[in-house]
Structure formats: C-alpha cells, structure tokens
C-alpha cells in the first residue's frame, strides 16, 4: 500500500513538473503578405521557478523595435553610420500592435517601457506564486519590417525571413532579464515547449527548426502545424520557393540554404555528414531532430578571410570554403540552442567555444591548410611570412589587431558595448584562443574534456558563465585564476621577455621580466636549432622571476614557442646560448608590406605612384618603411620620388613613436616627425620639417563612443624657394610657426558636432582661432548644418599688402601646408576652384577674400530634395585701416558623399546675381578627394 501510495505520489510530481515545470507558447499565426502583416493569437503559460512572488510579468516585444527613429535599434544602426533605416519610408518600418492581453478572460493592464517600446510590462491580475504558472492570452498586429535593417524581415520579393516575430517571455532568476533588440540577435528567454499553426498563401514554402506535424491546404491557403520542445529559436523562412534543403545524417537532420559553392549533391552530403560526426563526437547528439542554418547566419556570422577578397578569386577550395560554413554555423546554432545563457552579457562562453573547435577542426582535418591558402604557393608570395602562416594563426593576428591598437575590450563587456570588430571577430577570436592557452598550460587534454562534458551536462538547461568556471576549476589541480580574473575579465596585455641568462658549469639561470601587470604564465621551451628539448610553465611572474635549469645540449631559449599565447610583442622572447652577436636579428628586406616576422628586423619597400600636385604632376618612387599589418610603437617611412613634370626628386619621411594607456580617457601619446619636399608652385619648392606631439583622449568606459578629443603641439619649420612674381610671395619666404590646438568631436549619423581652438605664434605674427561645427538630421529626413569660425590676430607685423598669413574667406593659403591642395598657387582654372571647408568657409570669391585683423562668419546647409542642399554664407571681415565689412552668398550644393565629393553652385552673393554673370563655370567649386587613407575612414568609422 505505501508502495503504491509512494508512486502514485511520483506520478503526480512527475505531472506537475510536466505542466508546470516547462514554459508553453501556443501560437496561431495568420500571414498577409500583401499588407506586410501578421494576425497573431498567442497563449503564453510562464513557470516561475523561483521563490519570489511576481505581480509584474515583462514580455519581448522585438518586432516593436523598428516602430519608430528612436528606439535603441534606430540608435544602434546610426551608431554605425548606416542611414538606411532613418531615411526609410514609414511602411518599412515594422511594428506591433497589441490589442488585448488577457487572464483567465479577464483583461490586462499592460504598458510599454518609457525608452524600451520593445519590452512590454504586464501588472497580472492575480500574482504569480513560486513554482506555479500564469496563463495569459494575447491578441496583437505585426507589421513586417523591410529586411534591409537587420536582414530579417521581409524581402524586395515579398519573401519573409523571420526572428524575434512574436512575442516571448522575459527571463525571471531573481531579477529580470530584459533588454532592447539591438539587432545583435541576442534575446534572451527561458525554453518553451512552442506549438505554432501558421497561415500562409498556397505559393510559399515554409522552412523552420520546428517538427512539422501536419500541413494541408485550403482556400488558397497553407496551413502548417509546427511542433518542438525545449526551444529558444524562433526562426522563420517563408519564401515563392523552395530555398532550403533538408539532409539527415547521423540522426540530425540539417535544413540549410547556405550557398553550396557550386559542389556536386553528393559532396555537399559528405561534408554535412563529416560535420554532424564531429558535432555528435564531441558534444553528444543533439536535442532536436533538425538543425537549422541559413544563408543570413552566415552573412552575419562569416568566416573571415574567407569574404574578403572578390568571389572570383579562389583563395580556398570550393569544398573547404562549404564545409567551414556549415561547420561554423552548425557549431553556433548547436550551442546557441543548447547553452541557455544570457547572450548579451554572457556571449563570450559560446563564442569560445566556437571558435575553439573550429580550430580544433582545422587541425585534425586540414593541418597543412594556409593561411593564405593557394596564394601561398604563388611565386612571388611564397617568400612572405604571411605565405608561411597556418590557417589558424589568423586568430591571433586578428586580436593582435585591436591590442596593438589598444582598441580591445574584455571578454565580459557586454555585447551592445563591444565596438563593431570586437564584437564581430577580435573578441571571439581571443576568447577561442584563450581557451587554447588553457589547454596549453593545464595539459593532458583536461580543458577540450572539460568543455565536451560541460557541454553534454547542461544541454538545454539554464546555466552560466560562472558555473563554467566552477566546473573547469574542479578539473584541474592547477591554479587558473588567472584565466577568470586577467584574461576574461581584462584588456591586460601579454608580454614577457627573456632579460638575462647566466651559463653556469652544470645550469643555465634565467631571467624572466613580465612587462605587464597580471599574473598569466608564460611557456619556456629550450631548442636545439629547430628540435624542442624541453618546455616548462613559468607561473605568477610578478616584475621578474629567474629560474635555473639544468645545462643540456639547448642552444636557443624561446618563450611561448609554439605562439599559442596571445602575446602582443614576440621580438624579445629568445636568447641564442651561442654569444650576443647572434641575439641580435638580421635585417630583411620585403618587396611589399608583410606580416610581421619577430625573427628578423623587417625593411618594406612599395613602389610609388601618386599625383599630388598639379606641379610635380605624376611622381614616381619607393617606399621604404617598417609598417606590418600589426600596428607597432615605433613606426618609419622614407618615400624619395622623381616628379615626371617638374623634373625634381621630391618625397618624403616621417618617424613616430606612440605611446599607449589602458583604462584611462588618456588613449595614447604619438612623438613624432615629418618631412618634405614638394612643389607648391611652378618651378617652386618648398621644404617642411615638422616635430610634434599629440595627445588623443578617448571614453575609456565607453569605447564604442564617438566622442573623441586630441591635443597637439606642432613646430613647423617651413622653407621656400623666393619667386617675386608670384601672388602668394612674401618677403621673407622662410618662417617657423608653433602651432598649439585642441579638437573635440562627436561624429554621429543623426548628430554631429566637432569643434577646436587654435593657437599659432611665429615671429611675425600670433593669431587665435575658434571653429565650431554641427551637423543634424531630422525625423523628416531633412539635413541642418551649421558652421561657425571666428579668428582674431594677437599681433601682426607682416607687410600690410600681402595677405600670405591673413585669414581668408574662401580659400586659404596654407601656409602651414596642411591641405590637400592639387593647385595651392593657382589663381584661375579648375584647380583653383578645388574647396577645402576652412576658416572662412564662403563659396563664392568675393571682393574682400582676406582679413588680417579678424574674422568672423557663419555658414550653413539644408537639404532640398535628397542630396541636393541650399547653402547659405554670411560673415564679417575686418583688415587695418578698413572698417569692418559684411559678407555673404548663398547657392546649391550636391552632397554626393559628405566631406568627400560635394559641388557647389553659386547663386547670389556680393557680387550679385552670379549665376548670371559671364564665366559662371568658373565659379563653381568643388571638393573631393582621392586619398585612399582617408576614403579608408569610411569603412573605419563603422568598425572601430
């Protein structure tokens, strides 16, 4: 009888664990694709398994997020300098519309979050007991968004790619867990036993992750009945035809449109099988009957190195590029699926794993596959370094990228704080490579076991960060502290160095610096020429550590040999046993910039060819320099070139040290020098030699901030060949000026603002200047932009009848030689018409086009139609002995990329109506540039 009483008993908890242990969302979907919308009526049963008792529930309301300009989406997509979605039509934008939530029949009062319209706070009727459920039902109106914001939503083909589409329960432990869609692709909710019934039109097709249990059709109409427990994904392909194809391998059956690289069926099958044993041999099977990857996973998520180069050129076989698809998706979807985690602050556990067995693949399947691939082999690039480098050195040197820069964030900031490329590759990169580090250090495979069991244990439960940690640590009788608190926690840098070895007769002592504050180890390796004798783990290296080792047959010293630690300088960490001439590196001359080889001392040279001037015209030359991919503290650059017009040698040099801060608004101090020879007008030459030193200020709490601020001392020495017939000649043609400015900027898509003040001393003369400027694009897409610049002469002892040093209205002199003018002396023709927003600003070439006493206007913009705007210009000038006088023009401007290609029409000024005057093509001007450096700061801008 108790036997029985006790398993009735069990049955029963077993019961309500079934029914309320386990959240449930009961969906009926109408879709109507003409009027980009979707009827829904959704039943949401919410567990609370914890001990609180809920009177407020919070709901996902994703799809919200594009209901208006201000939503942090909106604001995210600005951040990038993408203007797609606030240039987009009304009814491109997406939103919901919740018409009723209910309880038990009993209406809801519910609201959205003041600056969160995509999370929804719901006040229940009766409270939410712990570890009991609410049952609530709700009626709501998606409008689908244009799929060009996020790449989800609905297509130019009116076919429809689907996240986030429904709404969905917040996640409660103790605290709620919400957040606005950022369009990261991070929402975060607790699993779900999902049942879907979906209404489509009779030409579509339907594509998901979820079990199809039954579909027929009826007045045109499909009707899909979708089915899967224990879900976090909401995916939804609904498209005119058949994109996705299903493939079962080893009883996980992937669905996928991703691009198959023009491979035969059956090659496609063995690279799917090949990747779902490696998934199942390491991670168990999979929870789920299918797997679901889409061609938007990968666009989102690629291989990068892959995608760089055209798809004409075939880097990699076509087979290897299809099978790292797969096998990258596939990984991030497995674990994305499985591992129930916060992904926004937590993301960095499954990026680790992630890209630690991609490597982990490459190793066993491919460990002779370049980095490069078959470039390598090409004659001319095989003598490279890069040539020499194994595909998965590429993650180092990725993250080498943002650390030698010091762009890089910690692994733990959470994810909307990541700037783009740490976000997208350097974090990911270095949390895989770390992973290898650990496994390096701890030995015996204890981490790769680790994670597989870790993995395998908490598949489909709620688990943590913090809960990996304490998991690994139970593995391993070593200490890894640092691992959690230096190298996930951090941005502290790695760097040993071997300082100093002491032969004795039977030993060799060793000293170790760490050059920086943390407590990671460092591996030693003794070698005889190229074989490893030995490797031992140095630990908690604090300044310096000396060790003694026994004497053998070792004639070179090498700190992390085999390059698995993530260090950002390599060139001091060996010490050759044979003497001190062979610790010094040779030289080694590349044509062509390489990666950085820390064995050699590296001499690039790039052959030139450039136009800078109408004066020299078409200059030919080489570049020698020491600049690698990797950004270095001491950088150089000679550039000698023949000007095929003006028949000279010119060129250029320069050298700069830069000096960089962790963790303070101070970003980095840059020492250096620049030099040159050009023309400046026909048969002209000038000389500059310019020292300086610049301080740049960044938001160390925020990097992906656009706030900049810089500081900058500069003496520049200018000499110039004297020409007396020239208009821009003054009596002394050589002269020094000191040059003192402070920059503040915020550059943003909807707001911009940047502004400086400038301070010159010479021995002539010593001048103020003030400039200010802001930029804002308004919700009706109209474009506002103001300038204003002011600048005053301390003291001027320069001749009163040349204008060289005065302050000019619409084209400046450059005295300082800081713009790039093609036709700086030109006083007619189209060279002369090139526009350079300085100083005074103006357009139009007015009678008073200097002032050597002050100056002051305002210049501003708006937009017509699109990229048509009307500018307009006014302004005082005020020279000695004259009173001041009043200024102004106005015209159209054509804004075809801002503060890159703009031309300017002028209409009316002081000179009157000017687009009626004779030689009016001569008053336009225009402003472009053909600088690939600074054409590079378009792309720049959006990923750093």
């Given at each position: 009888m108790k036997l029985r009483l006790l398993l009735i008993f069990t049955i029963n908890v077993l019961i309500s664990m079934t029914c309320f242990g386990q959240n449930v969302i009961d969906l009926k979907a109408r879709f109507d694709i003409e009027k980009k919308q979707i009827l829904i009526s959704e039943t949401i049963q919410y567990y609370n398994a914890t001990n609180d008792t809920l009177h407020y529930i919070y709901l996902n309301d994703w799809n919200n997020s594009y209901a208006t300009k201000h939503t942090q989406l909106a604001q995210r997509i600005a951040d990038e300098y993408k203007n797609d979605f606030h240039l987009a039509k009304n009814e491109e934008r997406g939103f919901s519309v919740i018409t009723s939530i209910k309880q038990d029949n009993d209406s809801l009062s519910y609201h959205s979050l003041k600056n969160q319209i995509d999370i929804v706070k719901v006040k229940l009727n009766k409270p939410l007991e712990a570890h009991t459920s609410y049952t609530i039902k709700i009626e709501n109106?998606?409008?689908?968004?244009?799929?060009?914001?996020?790449?989800?939503?609905?297509?130019?083909?009116?076919?429809?790619?689907?996240?986030?589409?429904?709404?969905?329960?917040?996640?409660?432990?103790?605290?709620?867990?919400?957040?606005?869609?950022?369009?990261?692709?991070?929402?975060?909710?607790?699993?779900?036993?999902?049942?879907?019934?979906?209404?489509?039109?009779?030409?579509?097709?339907?594509?998901?992750?979820?079990?199809?249990?039954?579909?027929?059709?009826?007045?045109?109409?499909?009707?899909?009945?979708?089915?899967?427990?224990?879900?976090?994904?909401?995916?939804?392909?609904?498209?005119?035809?058949?994109?996705?194809?299903?493939?079962?391998?080893?009883?996980?059956?992937?669905?996928?449109?991703?691009?198959?690289?023009?491979?035969?069926?059956?090659?496609?099958?063995?690279?799917?099988?090949?990747?779902?044993?490696?998934?199942?041999d390491k991670f168990g099977n999979y929870p789920h009957k299918k797997l679901l990857l889409s061609q938007i996973d990968y666009n989102k998520n690629p291989i990068y190195g892959l995608n760089f180069l055209p798809s004409f050129i075939k880097t990699y076989p076509n087979h290897f590029q299809y099978e790292l698809k797969i096998l990258k998706i596939s990984l991030l979807n497995y674990l994305e699926n499985t591992?129930?985690?916060?992904?926004?602050?937590?993301?960095?556990?499954?990026?680790?794993?992630?890209?630690?067995?991609?490597?982990?693949?490459?190793?066993?399947?491919?460990?002779?596959?370049?980095?490069?691939?078959?470039?390598?082999?090409?004659?001319?690039?095989?003598?490279?370094?890069?040539?020499?480098?194994?595909?998965?050195?590429?993650?180092?040197?990725?993250?080498?990228?943002?650390?030698?820069?010091?762009?890089?964030?910690?692994?733990?900031?959470?994810?909307?704080?990541?700037?783009?490329?740490?976000?997208?590759?350097?974090?990911?990169?270095?949390a895989g490579v770390g992973l290898k580090y650990l496994d390096d250090f701890v030995n015996s495979d204890v981490v790769e076991s680790s994670i597989e069991t870790f993995v395998k244990e908490n598949k489909l439960k709620q688990t943590s960060t913090k809960a990996f940690e304490t998991f690994i640590k139970s593995k391993t009788h070593k200490n890894i502290d640092w691992f959690f608190t230096d190298y996930i926690n951090t941005r502290k840098k790695i760097d040993f160095k071997i300082e100093k070895v002491i032969k004795g007769e039977d030993s060799i002592t060793i000293t170790i610096k760490n050059k920086r504050d943390n407590h990671m180890p460092i591996s030693l390796y003794t070698l005889n020429n190229d074989s490893i004798l030995s490797k031992i783990w140095i630990e908690d290296i604090q300044g310096k550590k000396s060790i003694t080792i026994p004497k053998t047959e070792a004639n070179k010293l090498v700190l992390n040999y085999n390059n698995v630690i993530p260090e950002i300088n390599l060139r001091d960490n060996w010490k050759s046993l044979k003497g001190f001439f062979f610790n010094n590196k040779p030289l080694q001359f590349r044509l062509f910039q390489d990666i950085e080889d820390p064995n050699y001392n590296q001499v690039f040279f790039m052959p030139l060819v450039e136009f800078n001037n109408i004066y020299d015209g078409l200059t030919l030359g080489v570049k020698a320099y020491n600049k690698t991919l990797l950004r270095k503290r001491f950088n150089y650059k000679i550039a000698p070139q023949y000007s095929l017009k003006s028949g000279s040698l010119t060129g250029s040099g320069n050298a700069s040290i830069t000096q960089y801060f962790d963790n303070t608004d101070l970003f980095a101090i840059n020492y250096g020098v620049i030099a040159g020879y050009q023309s400046y007008a026909q048969n002209l030459f000038v000389k500059q030699i310019t020292p300086s030193v610049s301080f740049y200020f960044r938001e160390s709490d925020d990097l992906r901030s656009n706030k900049r601020r810089s500081l900058i001392f500069r003496y520049l020495s200018i000499n110039r060949d004297r020409d007396l017939d020239n208009i821009l000649t003054t009596t002394e043609p050589n002269y020094n000026v000191f040059d003192a400015r402070y920059i503040y900027s915020n550059d943003n898509l909807i707001r911009y603002s940047k502004w400086y003040a400038d301070f010159q001393l010479s021995k002539t003369f010593s001048k103020v200047a003030f400039n200010y400027e802001y930029r804002r694009l308004f919700e009706n897409n109209r474009q506002l932009n103001l300038r204003f610049f002011t600048g005053a002469f301390i003291e001027n002892k320069n001749d009163p009848n040349s204008n060289y040093f005065s302050f000019a209205l619409d084209r400046p002199t450059d005295y300082l030689f800081e713009y790039p003018y093609l036709g700086r002396s030109e006083a007619s023709g189209i060279f002369s018409q090139q526009y350079i927003t300085a100083e005074g600003g103006f357009k139009s070439k007015l009678n008073s086009p200097f002032a050597n006493q002050w100056i002051s206007t305002m210049n501003t913009s708006t937009t017509l139609w699109k990229y048509i705007l009307a500018y307009g210009d006014i302004g005082v000038v005020k020279n000695k002995w004259d009173n001041a006088k009043f200024v102004y023009d106005s015209g159209i401007r054509v804004d075809l990329v801002t503060d890159y290609f703009e031309i300017y029409f002028p209409v009316y000024s002081n000179l009157g109506w000017e687009i009626g005057q004779p030689h009016y093509d001569q008053k336009i001007r225009f402003k472009f540039t053909l600088d690939p450096e600074v054409l590079l700061g378009l792309f720049r801008r959006r990923w750093y």
């Open positions: 109106i998606v409008q689908i968004p244009s799929d060009k914001f996020t790449e989800y939503g609905i297509t130019k083909t009116k076919d429809l790619n689907l996240r986030y589409w429904y709404i969905t329960p917040a996640v409660y432990d103790g605290k709620w867990q919400y957040y606005s869609n950022k369009g990261l692709d991070d929402m975060y909710i607790p699993l779900a036993d999902v049942s879907l019934n979906i209404e489509i039109p009779s030409n579509y097709f339907l594509a998901s992750e979820l079990e199809m249990e039954d579909t027929f059709v009826s007045n045109n109409k499909k009707i899909f009945k979708l089915k899967g427990n224990s879900r976090n994904n909401n995916k939804l392909f609904i498209s005119q035809s058949k994109t996705f194809k299903n493939i079962t391998s080893n009883e996980l059956t992937f669905v996928s449109n991703i691009d198959e690289e023009n491979l035969e069926p059956v090659e496609t099958i063995m690279i799917k099988d090949k990747v779902s044993r490696f998934l199942i591992l129930i985690i916060n992904p926004r602050e937590e993301q960095w556990l499954i990026d680790a794993i992630m890209v630690y067995y991609l490597m982990d693949y490459i190793d066993e399947y491919y460990p002779d596959m370049k980095f490069l691939g078959s470039i390598a082999n090409i004659w001319g690039v095989r003598s490279f370094h890069a040539a020499d480098m194994k595909f998965n050195d590429k993650y180092i040197l990725a993250y080498m990228i943002m650390a030698r820069t010091n762009r890089d964030q910690p692994l733990t900031t959470s994810k909307d704080s990541l700037i783009k490329f740490n976000a997208n590759i350097a974090n990911k990169y270095k």
